[in-house]
């Protein structure tokens, strides 16, 4: 049976009565016992309901690179993964401060953080197209462009592009995954070549953002190449690669988990526009970007 230590900052009387049934208590607020999962998992779910706003660390023995793992509760700690190693994220000065206002710190402290956050990153930034496109498959070579939606952002401006695409044969699986059937492509679908021209248009000049945005660029560049035409030559910004510098530790990088991480709780679509505009909310959320996006648009 694994070895279990918890550790507690303050434990009351009915929380100490079923830990000591079994755990010794061995210096004030630290218990160890062993026992099975089971018992573990319902002593842990103990000691969350009833431990109040106090912290509790807990830690067994596991199967993984070190031997063991540990979970935190009312902590400004996390236990999170890296290629299946348990490490501890200590939280930065912004972050710590979230965790301050949810414990309930003073209201000085909480106009701070409202002010470091209220500054807009629109001032003195370069003008951008954030860019999305659908397609029937992940293969620039063999799958074909459903959907192409983009924003261009100018300080508090926004211009909209939009257009499904005709004369594609859309699999079951893309239609479940992005809501787009084939009778939206066969009634509102416009010429590809079309598309693409004004899309060229809309977007010359402009930095390209988007998520995992070489995707994209790579169906439209096949496309061109198809047409005859030069490959886009604009600046290329990735948000994905500024969110993995920024949250580092994140157990995915889906956009969805990325989202999520940002307080930004939405579904992703898979809607070219409607994820565009997931994007600029992320952007608007995102510390480095105006930096990275300076940098681009020199």
Same mark, same amino acid.
């Given at each position: ?7 507690l ?19 004030t ?7 099975n ?15 109040g ?11 993984n690179?070190?031997?063991y ?7 400004s700690r996390q ?5 299946g ?30 002010r ?17 496109i659908?397609?029937?498959?992940l293969?620039p070579?063999?799958?074909?462009m ?16 939009? +257009?499904?695409?005709? $004369? #594609? *044969?859309? =699999?079951?699986?893309i239609?479940?995954?992005t ?5 939206? /492509? ?12 004004k899309?060229?248009?809309f ?50 990088f889906?956009l969805?988990?990325?989202?999520? +991480?940002?307080?930004? $709780? #939405? *579904?992703? =679509? ?8 997931l994007?600029?909310?992320? /952007? ?7 930096v990275?996006l ?5």
């Amino acid at each position: 049976m694994p070895f279990t230590v918890i550790t507690l900052s303050k434990t009351p009387a009915s929380l100490k009565g079923d830990l000591t049934k079994w755990m010794q208590e061995i210096s004030t607020g630290v218990y160890v016992g062993n026992f099975n999962r089971r018992i573990r998992e319902k002593l842990w779910e103990r000691v969350k309901e009833n431990v109040g706003n106090g912290e509790a660390t807990i830690s067994y023995a596991a199967q993984n690179e070190i031997g063991y793992r540990f979970e935190s509760y009312n902590t400004s700690r996390q236990m999170i993964e890296l290629e299946g190693i348990p490490l501890v994220l200590l939280p930065q000065a912004e972050d710590k401060g979230a965790y301050i206002k949810q414990r309930g710190f003073s209201n000085a402290s909480k106009f701070r953080k409202a002010r470091k956050f209220s500054r807009p990153n629109s001032i003195n930034v370069p003008s951008y197209i954030i860019l999305d496109i659908e397609t029937t498959g992940l293969d620039p070579k063999k799958d074909q462009m459903i959907e192409i939606g983009a924003l261009k952002i100018d300080g508090s401006e926004e211009n909209i592009f939009h +257009s499904l695409i005709a $004369n #594609k *044969k859309i =699999p079951e699986q893309i239609q479940k995954l992005t809501g787009i059937s084939q009778k939206d /492509i066969d009634e509102d679908g416009k010429d590809e070549s079309q598309v693409l021209a004004k899309l060229l248009e809309f977007i010359e000049g402009q930095v390209i953002v988007g998520y995992n945005i070489n995707f994209d660029i790579s169906f439209i560049n096949e496309q061109l190449k198809k047409m005859g035409q030069e490959n886009l030559s604009n600046p290329i910004l990735d948000l994905k690669t500024i969110v993995k510098k920024e949250k580092m530790f994140l157990k995915n990088f889906q956009l969805q988990t990325v989202l999520a +991480s940002y307080g930004i $709780n #939405k *579904k992703v =679509p898979h809607r070219a526009l409607e994820d565009v505009r997931l994007m600029a909310e992320l /952007i608007s959320k995102v510390n480095k970007f105006p930096v990275y996006l300076k940098k681009k648009a020199r």
